[in-house]
């Protein structure tokens, strides 16, 4: 079992930077591919960043590539999420996912591959 709890979020305006953070409880974190998610209202769940275990290997979805760095400190069993230049439209609330177990090259991109989630943390950017 994995219990996680976002923190970080918060209201910002256009063009700041904000790192989100993601406390994972259990054993299994440090092997486990893990990734970030947010839902605006209204819209469906969407892929933003997923890292392998070891965090040698990540994966962006192409709205953020370039913004967003997602790492982790599997000593700290904490998953980071570092959004840069924010935009109105990142506005929603942020979610973190584990995938119990899986290579060091897994990087998982879709919900259905994920088993535990956090509630959430929300995110809006306006001026």
């Known amino acids: 079992q994995v219990q996680l709890v976002e923190s970080g979020g918060g209201l910002v305006q256009p063009g700041v930077s904000l790192r989100l953070s993601c406390a994972a409880s259990?054993?299994?974190?440090?092997?486990?591919?893990v990734g970030w998610f947010r839902q605006a209202p209204g819209k469906e769940r969407e892929f933003v960043a997923s890292?392998?275990?070891?965090?040698?290997?990540?994966a962006y979805a192409d709205s953020v590539k370039g913004r967003c760095t997602i790492n982790r400190d599997n000593a700290k069993n904490t998953l980071y999420l570092q959004i840069n230049s924010l935009r109105p439209e990142d506005t929603a609330v942020y979610y973190c996912?584990?995938?119990?177990?899986?290579?060091?090259?897994?990087?998982?991109?879709?919900?259905?591959?994920?088993?535990?989630w956090g509630q959430g943390t929300q995110v809006t950017v306006s001026s």
């Open positions: 890292i392998s275990w070891s965090g040698r290997k990540t």
């Open positions: 996912a584990v995938r119990p177990l899986g290579s060091d090259s897994y990087t998982p991109t879709r919900g259905e591959e994920y088993t535990y």
């Open positions: 259990g054993r299994t974190f440090s092997r486990s591919p």
